[in-house]
């Protein structure tokens, strides 16, 4: 006897039997059920075991190859109590556990399914519906979570950590690294550890020495750093901060504020663009929004532009690891659909659970990555993984409602400006839509980001799976390690919205020089300096 076809399968029915079967809280009836819509449809079948192969696939993932040193997880750290990750052995386990649950799944089917088969197929199963195939994508996230190596020790127990924040109320603490860097964190501080060379201050006094005087200690803040090898830095108030040099001469250096990488797409001939970039197949040269050129992706697995530099060795490296804060902008035509479970990627970087992207979705927040929770629906997606948080995503609702806009103007033919930014000294997350904030999150201040590693970044579309490609128009790209201002993002939209490069000038991308010297502290003196000017000022300025 043969199974029938007479009414098609409920296929989120079965998606969400089969979720409940995999977690191991299905009941007797839900798995009668299951057992039910499978005998009656043979397309039920097909959903259920390319479901289940879906799942299995990414159960099987192995994580990284753990380094010599110790390895750390950042929700396992604190000031006093650093500990190694001693959890892989673990997951690793369950990972076979949930392999071999699963095979044991597909086989099932796959027996029933010759058992109730008249002839077994011998052809190749047929294509699934677009319905499917991007409700399978929605399970296409990189689950690794590769290590995270030791950068030095903290506290007089010398625990190992990783990237780190240190909060400290009334002690002082202390952070050495292996290349002799030893910073002393006041009481009434916040300072995070984001390197082996120093880190980053947000509250307090921080003191700096350096055993080696090739060695120079970093210690920045927002628009500011102070290289050398003693010193100390405090900060007075939101916008000013004192460097006090005890030994040697001590330099000052203000950030350039310009983008780790901006692609305009103006050459007419391609391999001319730029030498960091591949272009795949179906992303095609067009008119630009902005100057002569941009880019048209047509949503296929070729519509994609992938970064051939920024990659590191491991999570914290490369050019693309952000810590202290994140911007990526764009101009964008879209003919997204918007349907359910239909992934549009406007840029993304897969480095397992220390992704980011940026991407319109709708997909009913799998994954539970949405924080906050919004309903479901289309929506446009900022992922980043921040250190004691995890992996989540501001996911702006595109309903026209408070602010923002509907999903018809974003595909309304028109070219739309976006930018994301992440500012770790103030703990805000915030998408804006055409020059306006559209939705924001607040994190505490201090919370570093997590980002970085071997996978390379890709524009229009998903290098890890290729099958969340855009369709429509990207031009003027952007990415930087800082938080775009507000006064930025609405300065560059008005440039870009009549035909203009974002800047005044002819601003170029720069991996290797992201500071500028603005000043030296001679040895035994002390200097003020203005954070967001990034210059120097006098107790006079101060008090005013």
Sequence with gaps: MSSTNSSPPNRQRILDLADKQIDCTANEAEMAELESILIQNSDAQRTYLRYMLVHGQLASTNPAIPTDSPVLQPDQM?????????????SFTWRKIAVTAMAASIIAVIAFYSRHESKPKTADIPASSPQWQTRQVAYRYDQRKPPIES????????????PHTLNMADETIEFQSPNGTNLQVLQNSIFGINSANGGVLYMGSVLAKSADESSPISVATSNIRVLGTGYKVRV?????????????????EARIRSPLYYLNFD????????TAVVYGSAATPTRGIVGEGAVNFDNSDNAIITFDEGMGDAVGTGEMACSTGMSIELMFISRWSGDAFDYDELMRKEDGDYRFLLSFQNDNNVGKYAVPTVAAGPCLSFGLHLAGFGYSELDVPLDGRNNRPHLSTITDGNAHHVAATYDSFSGRKCLYIDGRLCFETQFPVGTLILSGGSEPASIGNSKWQASEGFD???????????????????????????GKPYFDSDVQPSTSRRWKPIANVASGTAEIFNDPSGKAINEDELAE
Excluded at 78 to 90: C, D, E, F, H, I
Excluded at 151 to 162: L, S
Excluded at 236 to 252: E, S, T
Excluded at 267 to 274: C, L, V, Y
Aim: aromatic share 6%; glycine share 6%.
């Design 472 to 498: 429509g128009i990207l031009d003027e790209v952007a990415f930087y390690d800082f938080a775009l201002t507000p006064a930025e993002i609405r300065s560059h939209y008005r440039h870009a919205s009549r």
């Design 151 to 162: 950068i030095g020790t903290i506290g007089t127990d010398r625990n190992a950590t990783g």
């Design 267 to 274: 050459s007419p001939d391609k391999s001319d663009r730029s």
């Design 236 to 252: 007075l108030d939101k916008k000013n901060i004192a460097v006090r040099a005890d030994q040697d001469p001590v330099a000052v």
């Design 78 to 90: 604190s000031a006093n109590n650093v500990r190694p990750n001693v959890s892989a052995s673990r």
